[in-house]
């Protein structure tokens, strides 16, 4: 077993996934650029940071033979690019993944077979093939920002008037998260799961966080101030410095990351 870096990276003037063992002679294409250009009309699309991997396979965007942007999935033996079994929208241009419960979710391009409308972005899940590649929602949800906590799958969605902090369960229909707070939450965005304000409790019979990861968050309250959120699992916090309290604008949090070490030893200078 190696490990070895992942990345996009560019080659022959286009988008490839480059691998690297952090040398200069160990670091190659993962997918030959030129193979890809060839078989699959301009290569990778690279809208965003969007490259996963999971279940020993990466799933990134790239262009298929005809130039849309599909579902790219590589693993040690291959790779395929592939649209949804049953989806006749013109690319699936899959965007914002995540894994959960042994499958990858993430928004998708949508569109129902007869249907004249334009296509909807929706979630969507996949097994790494084309068969095993679905739609779950089909009102133009438009995931965005999916994260795993509490064993629910949340992201913020279209609810058909607002953006609103959504949870899937594995099955059935994702729904709004409701609950203490929740009417004061708009445009959820960077759903980040942190230990934040937590310890590691090194009791028998094995070590575990006490309490447990919150899920914390982005979002606008009624004002249209963008404060940062904190959800446990039951209750949502909408955290205030007193310094900005009444701010028209609040906080305005955004990338949203966890930084641990080690109770009892001192934080680096500056934090």
Not at 55 to 61: E, F, L, S
Not at 132 to 143: E, F, L, S, Y
Request: proline share 7%; hydrophobic share 35%; net charge negative.
């Amino acid at each position: 077993m190696a490990e070895e870096l992942v990345f996009f990276g560019t080659g022959s003037n286009q988008y490839s996934i480059w691998k690297s063992d952090g040398t200069s002679s160990g670091t190659k294409p993962l997918i030959n650029a030129s193979v890809l250009g060839d078989d699959y009309g301009s290569g990778l699309t690279v809208p965003g940071p969007i490259l996963l991997y999971a279940n020993n396979r990466i799933y990134a965007q790239g262009l298929d033979s005809g130039g849309a942007a599909n579902l790219l999935v590589w693993n040690t033996q291959g790779y395929n690019i592939f649209n949804s079994s049953g989806n006749n929208a013109s690319a699936l241009i899959p965007q914002s993944f995540a894994a959960y419960d042994g499958r990858v979710y993430f928004n998708g391009s949508y569109l129902k077979q007869g249907s004249l409308a334009e296509p909807a972005n929706e979630l969507f899940s996949t097994d790494g093939t084309a068969g095993g590649t679905t739609a779950i929602t089909d009102k133009g949800r438009d995931p965005g920002s999916l994260a795993v906590a509490f064993g629910k799958l949340f992201f913020s969605g279209y609810n058909g008037s607002d953006i609103v902090l959504y949870a899937y369960e594995g099955s059935g229909q994702p729904a709004p998260v409701g609950g203490a707070g929740f009417d004061d939450l708009f445009n959820p965005q960077y759903l980040t799961v942190s230990v934040a304000g937590r310890e590691i409790a090194f009791e028998f019979p094995t070590p575990h966080l006490t309490p447990p990861p919150s899920l914390f968050m982005s979002g606008q309250d009624s004002t249209g101030a963008t404060w940062l959120y904190r959800y446990d699992g039951v209750n949502l916090t909408k955290i205030v410095p007193a310094s900005l309290s009444g701010s028209p604008s609040g906080l305005q949090p955004y990338n949203l990351t966890g930084l641990v070490w080690p109770a009892g030893i001192e934080a680096p200078a500056g934090i």
